[in-house]
């Protein structure tokens, strides 16, 4: 049987492609014949829109079978998971009280991996090829709970200016994680929302290229409006319009993250 593995998309910069990356990816493994479970960790509730109405969205966070309350006390997660319409994907939806599980988690023993024991069950089953999940754009406590119970993670670093700033704080975190959870490793940085136009994309994958012992994927994604129709229509693009630029670029980078994280 295959082991089930956990990747989680992290950096503490909103905005650089986190759940969009997580979506697509998490939607194209799927296609590949992969089953794989997506877990919305982000109050704004963006994985979960990725793949349902904003009313079913809002109504499932409002109710209680979401990942915060499993969180708060400490259930299976494998009781909280929904189907989406594609065949091998399946979500744990969100909660806006997600924005006080740091508070939810401060009085926990063992709280840094309260996630990691609520997933136990579902990563010993091995049903799963694949746990994808999507980090919200902070550097806590919860943030820690989603490393530590990650096998790898990926960091979707938008190819700008700004999108640059503040890496270094991410990374030096990261190895502050790996000092609780040494098994940890950067699987790579995935370049998001690139403008190939633009020559500032050029000094971006140089400077990344700089970085030592950080991989970055061959597999970049460049700026597609159809993602943003495809987010409207509460669908992944690479399901949503599977001919679009876009489309082949997640699947690409799906690829080689699936080879990455198998070595
Ligand atoms: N390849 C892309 N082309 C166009 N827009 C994109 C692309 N990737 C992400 N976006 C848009 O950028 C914004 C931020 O992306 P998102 O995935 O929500 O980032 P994060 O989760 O890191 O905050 C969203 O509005 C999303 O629609
Ligand atoms: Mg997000």
Redesign the pocket.
Known sequence: MNKTKTICFT?NK????????CSNIGAAMARAGKKVLMIDGDMQL?LSLAFFSEDWVLEQAAGDKNLYHAIREQKDLADYIVHTDYENLDLIPSSTLMSSIEYELFTKWQREFILKKCIQNIKDSGVYDYILI?AP?TLGGWVMNILCASDQVVV?VEASPWGMFGLANMFDFLNEVKQIAPELKVAGIAV??VDTRKNYFKQTMETLHELEEIYVFDSF?????S??WA?DNSAPVVEYKKSSR?AKEYTALAEEVMRRVSR
């Open positions: 950096n909103g905005g650089s492609g986190k759940s969009t990356t963006n999507d754009p979707p998001t929302k994604i460049r700026v597609d409006s993602v943003e987010q876009s």
